[in-house]
Nanobody
């Protein structure tokens, strides 16, 4: 059974930083692409950042230069370093794993709130 467990969500002031982590089990982690999505109230879920099995990264325009995705294959964990946070980054963040045959798994989601 595949499980993705997120951690690190919190309330932070604008301009602050957070690190989200997602640990996977039940999957050959080094073979899967990992990603972070988010969904704000009243909005559709959007892709934030991805990292391929080979380590290639991509980001949505609104977080480029502020967020960094990384992976630790030895620990089956993906991280999202979020700097210079803005109120519009407030959302539930979801960890995602995509297998080579394009099957997707999701974490349960974790709240990030950016507010003064």
């Amino acid at each position: 059974q595949v499980q993705l467990v997120e951690s690190g969500g919190n309330l932070v002031q604008p301009g602050g930083s957070l690190v989200l982590s997602c640990t996977a089990s039940g999957i050959i982690f080094r073979l899967v692409a990992m990603g972070w999505y988010r969904q704000a109230p009243g909005k559709q879920r959007e892709l934030v950042a991805t990292i391929t099995s080979g380590g290639r990264t991509s980001y949505t325009d609104s977080v480029k230069g502020r967020f960094t995705i990384s992976r630790d294959n030895a620990k089956s964990t993906v991280h999202l370093q979020m700097n210079s946070l803005k109120p519009e980054d407030t959302a539930v963040y979801y960890c995602n794993a995509e297998t080579p045959d394009r099957y997707m798994y999701w974490g349960q989601g974790i709240q990030v709130t950016v507010s003064s």
